[in-house]
Each structure stands twice: as C-alpha cells, then as structure tokens.
C-alpha cells in the first residue's frame, strides 16, 4: 500500500466526538499515523505479520494503519469505553479486524498473548505528569520486537536517558521529527490550532 493510500484511508475515521481532557484525548492526525506506521513497515519489517498492540488507541487510527500493513493481528487497548466503540466502528468500516481491550495501559500484561511491536501516540502528560511514560514502560515490558510512539521533542534527553536506564531498552532512536497539529478541542484552548514538535521513537526491548 502507498503512503497516500494509506493517508487517505486514515483520513475518513471517524474522531473523538466528546473529548475528554483527563485522558489528554487529541487525535492522531491521519499525516503523522500514515508516516509512522508506513515507516515501521517499510524501514524496520516491525509491522507486517505481526501482533501489533495500540497503547491508548483512542479511535483505532494507529491500530489500523497497522492492520492496513498486513498486521496479523492487531489489539487496541484504551481505557476509555466511547473511544473504543468509535474505534470499533472505524473498524467495521474499513472491513478490517482489530481486537479491543478495555484497561489502563498501566495494568495491562499482555493478557498472555505474544506482541510483537507496539505503537502508539501516549498522552504527552501535561494532565498527569509522567504519563507518557507510564505508557512506555508498559509497552517495553510487553513487546519482544519494538516499539514506536510519540513524544515532545523537548523531552529527548530525558526520554533516552529513562528508557536505556530504566525501562531495559536495548536501543532507542528517534527516527524522524514531526509536527503535531493540535486543533482548538477544548475550551481552555485560546488558538484555533497549535504546532507541537513531536519526535517518533523506535525503541527495541532488551
């Protein structure tokens, strides 16, 4: 599949009707997900027969970009019960399957099954102060192949010291910078959107 394609699909899922600002819920934009899972698939193999996992999928754009790779299998898991039937939908109208699992990412342990690579866009933690690596240290545990996510640029010395330290990660490289478009979701938001500079990661378990 090219990356267009793939773009152009992502871009018709349905989003996040009643955000909810705990959760840090902003979607992932159908530009940032195509070029991240597009570059799991076609630089690293990290995708394609795969069991991918989705840590907080939200609407399911991540988990099912993975499953329009060829994903053998593809688990979305969110602790939020809306998100996932939206999810669930953008599923069904793609004609594609993906697993869904309702549980905070924290006490998420794989539920026994084997995952290859993990992907996901954490919440960056301005809510929950180090939220985003709750999430990380979770995704390391369960993945035996990598995994990718999101995190703000700002935060790289702090993110590869953590993860090499910490989180028994073999390797961690930023493989590209983004910008993340932001749009006016909330009503403490005074711009109508903002750019945040965003670096995707691909860390490797030990």
């Known amino acids: 599949m090219k990356l267009k394609q793939l773009e152009g699909l992502l871009g018709s899922l349905e989003q996040f009707s009643h955000p909810k600002i705990e959760l840090e819920q902003y979607p992932t934009g159908a530009h940032i997900a ?15 027969n795969k069991v991918v996992a989705d ?7 991540l ?34 399957d993906m697993e ?3 549980c905070d990412v924290r006490n998420f342990g794989g539920r026994g099954q084997f995952i290859d690579t993990v992907v996901m866009n954490p919440p960056f933690g301005t809510r929950r102060k180090g939220a985003d ?24 010395d702090y993110v590869k010291r953590t993860v090499m ?5 073999s390797s961690a490289e930023v493989i590209c910078e983004l910008r993340y478009d932001v749009p006016k979701l909330y009503k403490f938001h005074k711009k109508k959107e ?13």
């Not at 993975?66 to 599923?91: F, K, P, Q, R, Y």
């Not at 995704?139 to 703000?152: C, D, E, G």
Request: aromatic share 8%; charged share 20%; proline share 1%.
């Open 133 to 156: 690596m709750d999430f990380l240290a979770v995704a390391l545990k369960v993945a035996s192949q990598a995994v990718y996510s999101l995190h703000k640029t700002s935060t790289r």
């Open 194 to 206: 903002v750019d945040i500079e965003v670096d995707l990661w691909r860390f490797v378990p030990k």
């Open 63 to 96: 988990g099912l970009a993975a499953a329009l790779l060829g994903a053998e299998h593809v688990i979305g898991v969110d602790v939020d019960a809306e998100s996932l039937e939206v999810a669930s939908t953008n599923a069904e109208d793609l004609e594609l």
């Open 165 to 169: 330290r910490d989180y028994n990660a």
């Open 55 to 61: 840590f907080g999928c939200g609407c399911g754009t």
């Open 34 to 48: 195509s070029r991240m899972l597009f570059s799991a698939e076609n630089s690293f193999g990290d995708i394609s």
């Open 100 to 102: 869904f699992v309702q």
